[in-house]
């Protein structure tokens, strides 16, 4: 799973010589404008669920509530909706380990890319994971209606989501939690409480627990967008340059993912391999998926059931 993009450019030009060597046999040569056209990424891998990503027979199913608007007074003329996943062992007055994850409109999903309601339901049932509350939210809609923006994104997305800085991180800790809190107990230990997203919202979690260790340190980034959207190609120097944090990070990314051979602070998988070198660098407790893909949810939710378990790997102590 760990690929560099070196070998699989070298791949893909050893798939080019050959598909061409067998054009030569059957057709005339092709004309120098067509021979000095670029190379195409292979198309997309289709990345299987694994079990643990389905309904299984005897797991208890856990109840997944919402969506709920709320209206934010960090992100002033903004509603959103947010999920709550409730596990089926959950215990009124024990507290609860806490997963918020970003684009709740998809997260929260049990049919779509990322599962996670289904996924918790099959690991918590396995003790591969603490008993946990989820929060699925979407960002905030500018204005007084929640809108998907053309069946898409709401439009405060980028803001709430690139931004650095931590604005995000206490629209979470000063009203979301407290919000849930007022129906469900939530663990206060910051080693109990993770974040995770996809695309800019996984640059996004990574920003709240880099912000706020202090309330969360486990981090699930996929196809994280650590480019310059908003300043967010400052990450790896941060990184570097910071003292090491308390935090643990699983970094997944698909090696044609949104690339700019231009402008490498726009380069998507460069980016996430810069994060990479930097975590190492510095010692962090991390790991990392890289694959075949573009940007896309797929490869990050079939591996969800796996990021998850080494997440918790040694929760509690």
Not at 131 to 155: D, L, M
Request: with cysteine.
């Amino acid at each position: 799973m760990k690929t560099s993009r070196a070998l699989s450019v070298t791949l893909l030009a050893i798939s080019l010589v050959a598909t061409t060597w067998a054009a030569d046999e059957t057709k005339p040569a092709a004309d120098a404008k067509t021979a000095e056209a670029p190379a195409q990424p292979p198309p997309p891998p289709k990345y299987p669920f694994g079990p643990d990503s389905l309904p299984q027979a005897g797991v208890p199913q856990g109840k997944l509530e919402g969506p709920f608007l709320f209206r934010s007074q960090v992100f002033t003329n903004t509603v959103r909706k947010y999920w709550v996943y409730v596990p089926a062992q959950y215990q009124a007055g024990k507290p609860a380990c806490v997963l918020v994850f970003q684009d709740g409109q998809r997260a929260s999903k049990t049919n779509g890319s990322i599962r996670l309601p289904q996924v918790m339901d099959n690991l918590i049932a396995k003790h591969e994971m603490p008993v946990t509350i989820g929060i699925f939210i979407t960002p905030g809609s500018r204005g007084e209606e929640y809108r998907e923006v053309g069946g898409g994104n709401p439009n405060n997305r980028s803001v709430e989501y690139d931004s650095l800085g931590d604005q995000y991180a206490r629209f979470l800790i000063d009203e979301i939690l407290p919000e849930v809190g007022k129906t469900y107990q939530l663990t206060q230990d910051p080693a109990g409480r993770a974040i995770g997203g996809f695309s800019s919202g996984a640059i996004c979690a990574f920003n709240v627990a880099w912000e706020r260790p202090d309330q969360f340190r486990k981090v699930i980034s996929c196809i994280g967008s650590f480019t310059n959207i908003r300043g967010g190609h400052v990450f790896p120097k941060r990184v570097r340059e910071t003292d090491k944090k308390p935090i643990r990070v699983f970094v997944e990314d698909t090696l044609h993912d949104l690339p700019n051979p231009t402008d490498p602070n726009r380069d998507w998988h460069v980016q996430n391999e810069a994060m990479v070198a930097a975590l190492k660098e510095k010692g962090y407790d991390f790991t990392y998926a890289f694959a075949e893909g573009v940007h896309s949810d797929n490869h990050g939710g079939s591996i969800m059931p796996d990021m998850l378990r080494w997440l918790w790997r040694d929760y509690p102590k």
